[in-house]
T-cell receptor, first 109, second 111 residues
């Protein structure tokens, strides 16, 4: 079973706040990903990483940033949250098959 | 044309029937193909992966791949109401490790 964790699971926050969504995996996967998904809509890749100190922007433009200082950890940061950032954020990691974490549902008021 | 195409549905089948979900892709160099199940409000769960032409069976699930036709399908035998979910087809993008997801097909299994 895939061991990939995301915290918090739910976050309600006011406009202008800085937030960091945490993602950790214990499988030793080099590749990690962040997706954004609105209810009933498609998955959109916003960031990915092929290893430590490697990060790339995904197919959907995002104001968020990511870092990869440790293999197991891939946090996503929003410097100033806005209502348009309200969405579900899904972290994933892969060797050959990609496994998803439980997601963080973010609501910005 | 989208890189990975699925019929959004909903596909409605009676309990006990076979559900057939289809997916076409445009990138001929793709080598890895995946089916994910996603319940409403939850994250995608990998249920099948297939890498070579032909059929791959796992319990009630069978994935079928035809690279010449750029077509991959998922059959669910003896469908149960608990199978009601959105099924996502995903195809690898070259050697990048990135997956290209289809929009998903919503399956409804009626008791």
């Amino acid at each position: 079973e895939a061991d990939i964790y995301q915290t918090p699971r739910y976050l309600v926050i006011g406009t202008g706040k800085k937030i960091t969504l945490e993602c950790s995996q214990t499988m030793g996967h080099d590749k990690m990903y962040w997706y954004q998904q609105d209810p009933g809509m498609e998955l959109h890749l916003i960031h990915y990483s092929y290893g430590v100190n490697s990060t790339e922007k995904g197919d959907l433009s995002s104001e968020s940033t990511v870092s990869r200082i440790r293999t197991e950890h891939f946090p996503l940061t929003l410097e100033s949250a806005r209502p348009s950032h309200t969405s579900q954020y899904l972290c994933a990691s892969s060797l050959r098959e990609q496994f998803f974490g439980p997601g963080t549902r973010l609501t910005v008021l | 044309q989208k890189e990975v195409e699925q019929n959004s549905g909903p596909l409605s089948v009676p309990e006990g029937a076979i559900a057939s979900l289809n997916c076409t892709y445009s990138d001929r160099v793709s080598q890895s193909f995946f089916w994910y199940r996603q319940y409403s409000g939850k994250s995608p769960e990998l249920i099948m992966s297939i890498y070579s032409n032909g059929d791959k069976e796992d319990g009630r699930f069978t994935a079928q791949l035809n690279k010449a036709s750029q077509y991959v399908s998922l059959l669910i035998r003896d469908s149960q109401p608990s199978d009601s979910a959105t099924y996502l087809c995903a195809v690898n993008s070259g050697n990048t490790g990135k997956l290209i997801f289809g929009q998903g097909t919503t399956l409804q299994v009626k008791p």
